[in-house]
């Protein structure tokens, strides 16, 4: 069973920058996606940014590329999220998650996720 600890969400304003981090234990293959995702009021779950576990590779959404950058530790199975030049469309709640295959990184789908963390709000406004 997966257990994970999200920190570093706040209250932001547009242009300022943010560091998320997740920390993640349970696993039992070498082989997972770990990712984030966010959702807004009355919006569908987004994937920000998925990696694939084995080769490192990162899918970043649209919306944040060249803005957001992720880090990971793998010995620590920590996740970090740096957030740059925030806009009030990344307000969200934003959740750490994993799934059991590493070629889930690719779609970043929400579906694809089974276990998430308890989410850790970030709100961009003036």
């Known amino acids: 069973q997966y257990q994970f600890e999200e920190s570093g969400g706040g209250l932001v304003q547009p242009g300022g920058s943010l560091k998320l981090s997740c920390t993640a234990s349970?696993?039992?293959?070498?082989?997972?996606?770990i990712g984030w995702f966010r959702r807004a009021p009355g919006k569908d779950p987004e994937g920000v940014l998925c990696?694939?576990?084995?080769?490192?590779?990162?899918k970043y959404a649209d919306s944040v590329k060249g803005r957001f950058t992720a880090s990971r530790d793998s010995a620590k199975n920590t996740l970090t999220l740096q957030m740059n030049s925030l806009k009030p469309e990344d307000t969200a709640l934003y959740y750490c998650?994993?799934?059991?295959?590493?070629?889930?990184?690719?779609?970043?789908?929400?579906?694809?996720?089974?276990?998430w963390g308890q989410g850790t709000q970030v709100t961009v406004s003036s």
């Open positions: 998650a994993v799934a059991d295959y590493s070629g889930a990184y690719y779609q970043c789908r929400y579906d694809d996720f089974h276990a």
């Open positions: 349970g696993f039992v293959s070498d082989y997972y996606t």
């Open positions: 990696i694939n576990s084995i080769s490192g590779i990162t």
